[in-house]
Protein backbone atom coordinates (compact mmCIF):
# COMPACT_ATOMS: atom_id res chain seq x y z
CA UNK A 1 0.00 0.00 0.00
CA UNK A 2 1.11 3.64 -0.18
CA UNK A 3 2.46 5.11 2.10
CA UNK A 4 1.54 8.61 1.52
CA UNK A 5 -1.38 10.75 0.18
CA UNK A 6 -1.51 13.63 -1.51
CA UNK A 7 -3.96 16.07 -1.79
CA UNK A 8 -5.61 17.75 -4.33
CA UNK A 9 -5.50 14.40 -6.64
CA UNK A 10 -6.08 17.24 -9.92
CA UNK A 11 -5.25 20.69 -9.76
CA UNK A 12 -6.15 22.85 -12.82
CA UNK A 13 -4.65 26.77 -13.11
CA UNK A 14 -3.86 29.57 -14.99
CA UNK A 15 -0.41 30.25 -16.42
CA UNK A 16 0.99 32.60 -14.14
CA UNK A 17 -0.23 31.68 -11.13
CA UNK A 18 0.98 29.77 -8.10
CA UNK A 19 0.35 25.66 -7.63
CA UNK A 20 0.26 24.00 -4.35
CA UNK A 21 0.66 20.60 -3.31
CA UNK A 22 0.50 18.62 -0.25
CA UNK A 23 1.94 15.15 0.94
CA UNK A 24 1.36 13.26 4.08
CA UNK A 25 3.28 10.17 5.19
CA UNK A 26 2.97 7.60 8.09
CA UNK A 27 6.19 6.57 9.44
CA UNK A 28 9.43 8.63 10.12
CA UNK A 29 11.53 9.29 7.05
CA UNK A 30 15.06 10.35 6.49
CA UNK A 31 14.12 12.62 3.27
CA UNK A 32 11.26 13.55 1.21
CA UNK A 33 11.74 14.04 -2.58
CA UNK A 34 9.29 15.19 -5.07
CA UNK A 35 8.92 14.12 -8.43
CA UNK A 36 7.35 14.71 -11.67
CA UNK A 37 6.16 12.22 -14.37
CA UNK A 38 4.96 13.71 -18.15
CA UNK A 39 2.12 11.78 -19.74
CA UNK A 40 3.48 8.61 -18.02
CA UNK A 41 6.94 8.69 -18.59
CA UNK A 42 9.95 8.24 -16.51
CA UNK A 43 10.13 10.48 -13.67
CA UNK A 44 12.16 13.21 -12.80
CA UNK A 45 13.81 14.84 -9.92
CA UNK A 46 12.82 17.78 -8.96
CA UNK A 47 13.79 18.64 -5.29
CA UNK A 48 14.82 16.45 -2.21
CA UNK A 49 14.53 17.95 1.24
CA UNK A 50 16.12 15.51 4.14
CA UNK A 51 14.20 15.31 7.95
CA UNK A 52 15.90 17.92 9.40
CA UNK A 53 15.51 20.95 7.19
CA UNK A 54 12.30 22.74 7.03
CA UNK A 55 12.35 24.32 3.51
CA UNK A 56 13.98 24.10 0.40
CA UNK A 57 13.58 26.41 -2.98
CA UNK A 58 15.32 25.55 -6.52
CA UNK A 59 14.23 27.97 -8.98
CA UNK A 60 10.38 28.19 -8.92
CA UNK A 61 10.00 25.22 -6.68
CA UNK A 62 9.52 25.59 -2.87
CA UNK A 63 9.47 22.52 -0.61
CA UNK A 64 8.31 22.39 2.76
CA UNK A 65 8.53 19.36 5.27
CA UNK A 66 6.82 19.27 8.76
CA UNK A 67 7.44 16.29 10.30
CA UNK A 68 5.95 16.32 13.65
CA UNK A 69 2.41 16.42 11.27
CA UNK A 70 4.54 13.90 9.14
CA UNK A 71 3.57 16.52 5.86
CA UNK A 72 5.02 18.13 2.97
CA UNK A 73 4.55 20.54 0.54
CA UNK A 74 5.01 21.54 -2.98
CA UNK A 75 4.86 24.78 -4.59
CA UNK A 76 5.37 26.54 -8.10
CA UNK A 77 5.57 29.50 -8.31
CA UNK A 78 4.61 31.61 -11.66
CA UNK A 79 3.30 28.22 -13.05
CA UNK A 80 4.12 27.53 -16.87
CA UNK A 81 1.91 25.00 -19.13
CA UNK A 82 4.97 23.20 -19.44
CA UNK A 83 4.79 22.35 -15.94
CA UNK A 84 1.62 20.38 -16.71
CA UNK A 85 2.28 16.85 -15.15
CA UNK A 86 1.51 14.49 -12.18
CA UNK A 87 3.28 15.13 -9.39
CA UNK A 88 4.69 12.14 -6.81
CA UNK A 89 5.98 12.25 -3.47
CA UNK A 90 8.55 10.04 -2.33
CA UNK A 91 9.87 8.97 1.18
CA UNK A 92 12.69 7.47 2.15
CA UNK A 93 11.74 5.07 5.22
CA UNK A 94 14.23 4.07 8.18
CA UNK A 95 13.91 1.01 10.18
CA UNK A 96 14.06 0.37 13.86
CA UNK A 97 17.94 0.58 13.29
CA UNK A 98 18.10 3.38 11.64
CA UNK A 99 19.13 2.09 8.23
CA UNK A 100 17.32 3.24 5.35
CA UNK A 101 15.05 0.40 3.68
CA UNK A 102 16.47 1.51 0.16
CA UNK A 103 13.38 2.35 -1.47
CA UNK A 104 11.34 4.82 -2.50
CA UNK A 105 7.51 4.93 -0.94
CA UNK A 106 5.64 7.41 -3.21
CA UNK A 107 1.90 8.61 -2.74
CA UNK A 108 -0.31 8.67 -5.31
CA UNK A 109 0.18 11.71 -7.26
CA UNK A 110 -1.46 14.89 -7.78
CA UNK A 111 -1.96 15.92 -11.67
CA UNK A 112 -1.48 19.39 -12.38
CA UNK A 113 -2.71 20.82 -15.43
CA UNK A 114 -1.88 24.72 -16.41
CA UNK A 115 -3.47 26.55 -18.88
CA UNK A 116 -2.06 28.70 -21.45
CA UNK B 1 26.66 11.93 -18.91
CA UNK B 2 24.15 9.37 -19.90
CA UNK B 3 21.29 8.67 -18.05
CA UNK B 4 19.09 5.13 -17.16
CA UNK B 5 18.25 3.30 -20.08
CA UNK B 6 15.97 1.30 -20.12
CA UNK B 7 14.88 -1.28 -23.17
CA UNK B 8 12.80 -2.38 -25.28
CA UNK B 9 10.38 0.97 -24.35
CA UNK B 10 7.33 -1.12 -25.24
CA UNK B 11 6.32 -4.65 -25.44
CA UNK B 12 3.19 -6.99 -25.85
CA UNK B 13 3.13 -10.11 -24.61
CA UNK B 14 0.34 -13.05 -24.34
CA UNK B 15 -0.72 -14.38 -20.90
CA UNK B 16 1.40 -17.21 -19.56
CA UNK B 17 4.78 -15.78 -21.41
CA UNK B 18 7.56 -14.60 -19.80
CA UNK B 19 9.59 -11.42 -20.34
CA UNK B 20 12.28 -9.67 -19.52
CA UNK B 21 13.76 -5.77 -19.10
CA UNK B 22 16.39 -4.50 -19.29
CA UNK B 23 18.29 -1.37 -17.43
CA UNK B 24 21.43 -0.16 -17.39
CA UNK B 25 22.07 2.63 -14.90
CA UNK B 26 24.41 5.58 -14.97
CA UNK B 27 27.98 5.03 -14.83
CA UNK B 28 29.47 4.60 -11.36
CA UNK B 29 26.27 3.81 -9.72
CA UNK B 30 25.71 0.68 -8.11
CA UNK B 31 22.60 0.29 -6.78
CA UNK B 32 19.88 -0.41 -9.11
CA UNK B 33 15.70 -0.17 -8.20
CA UNK B 34 12.53 -1.70 -9.86
CA UNK B 35 9.04 0.05 -9.70
CA UNK B 36 5.58 -0.56 -11.09
CA UNK B 37 3.25 1.35 -12.17
CA UNK B 38 -0.40 1.00 -12.75
CA UNK B 39 -3.10 3.02 -12.40
CA UNK B 40 -4.83 1.12 -9.50
CA UNK B 41 -2.21 0.55 -7.42
CA UNK B 42 0.44 3.27 -8.59
CA UNK B 43 4.37 3.27 -8.15
CA UNK B 44 4.84 0.41 -6.30
CA UNK B 45 8.62 -1.04 -5.08
CA UNK B 46 9.63 -4.46 -6.60
CA UNK B 47 13.29 -4.92 -5.77
CA UNK B 48 16.90 -3.52 -5.23
CA UNK B 49 20.23 -4.71 -6.01
CA UNK B 50 23.34 -3.12 -4.93
CA UNK B 51 26.76 -5.15 -5.40
CA UNK B 52 25.10 -7.47 -7.23
CA UNK B 53 23.16 -8.59 -4.27
CA UNK B 54 19.23 -8.47 -4.06
CA UNK B 55 18.65 -6.09 -0.88
CA UNK B 56 15.01 -5.71 -0.34
CA UNK B 57 12.25 -6.68 -1.57
CA UNK B 58 8.86 -5.35 -2.39
CA UNK B 59 5.61 -7.54 -1.85
CA UNK B 60 4.98 -9.04 -5.18
CA UNK B 61 4.97 -12.70 -6.58
CA UNK B 62 8.16 -15.18 -6.88
CA UNK B 63 7.11 -14.53 -10.70
CA UNK B 64 8.59 -11.31 -10.49
CA UNK B 65 12.14 -11.73 -10.04
CA UNK B 66 15.79 -9.96 -10.96
CA UNK B 67 19.49 -10.35 -11.74
CA UNK B 68 22.47 -7.79 -11.36
CA UNK B 69 25.40 -8.24 -13.32
CA UNK B 70 29.26 -7.07 -12.35
CA UNK B 71 28.85 -4.05 -14.35
CA UNK B 72 25.48 -2.98 -12.34
CA UNK B 73 23.59 -3.46 -15.13
CA UNK B 74 20.12 -4.98 -14.17
CA UNK B 75 17.07 -6.98 -15.68
CA UNK B 76 13.75 -8.11 -14.31
CA UNK B 77 12.17 -10.96 -15.34
CA UNK B 78 8.32 -12.59 -15.32
CA UNK B 79 7.38 -15.50 -15.81
CA UNK B 80 3.75 -16.51 -16.46
CA UNK B 81 2.27 -13.23 -17.71
CA UNK B 82 -0.56 -12.12 -16.31
CA UNK B 83 -3.11 -9.28 -17.63
CA UNK B 84 -2.23 -7.64 -14.06
CA UNK B 85 1.10 -7.62 -15.17
CA UNK B 86 0.13 -4.36 -17.56
CA UNK B 87 2.48 -1.68 -16.40
CA UNK B 88 4.94 0.69 -16.83
CA UNK B 89 7.92 -0.88 -15.14
CA UNK B 90 10.37 1.73 -14.04
CA UNK B 91 13.88 1.40 -12.89
CA UNK B 92 16.34 3.56 -10.69
CA UNK B 93 20.19 3.75 -10.49
CA UNK B 94 21.55 5.90 -7.61
CA UNK B 95 24.69 5.51 -5.22
CA UNK B 96 22.64 4.91 -2.26
CA UNK B 97 19.03 3.97 -2.89
CA UNK B 98 16.74 6.10 -1.18
CA UNK B 99 19.34 8.49 0.01
CA UNK B 100 18.35 11.17 -2.75
CA UNK B 101 19.40 11.57 -6.34
CA UNK B 102 17.56 8.51 -7.37
CA UNK B 103 17.58 8.95 -11.29
CA UNK B 104 14.77 7.01 -13.11
CA UNK B 105 14.78 6.08 -16.74
CA UNK B 106 11.74 6.17 -19.18
CA UNK B 107 10.77 3.08 -18.47
CA UNK B 108 9.03 0.48 -20.47
CA UNK B 109 5.31 -0.03 -20.96
CA UNK B 110 4.69 -3.59 -20.95
CA UNK B 111 0.88 -5.10 -22.00
CA UNK B 112 -0.08 -8.43 -21.75
CA UNK B 113 -3.31 -9.67 -23.97
Known amino acids: SQQGEEDPQALSIQEGENATMNCSYKTSINNLQWYRQNSGRGLVHLILIRSNEREKHSGRLRVTLDTSKKSSSLLITASRAADTASYFC????????????????FGQGTILTVHP | KAGVTQTPRYLIKTRGQQVTLSCSPI?????VSWYQQTPGQGLQFLFEYFSETQRNKGNFPGRFSGRQFSNSRSEMNVSTLELGDSALYLC????????????FGSGTRLTVV
Open chain 2, 27 to 31: SGHRS
Open chain 2, 92 to 103: ASSWVAGAGGDT
Open chain 1, 90 to 105: ATSLLDAGGTSYGKLT
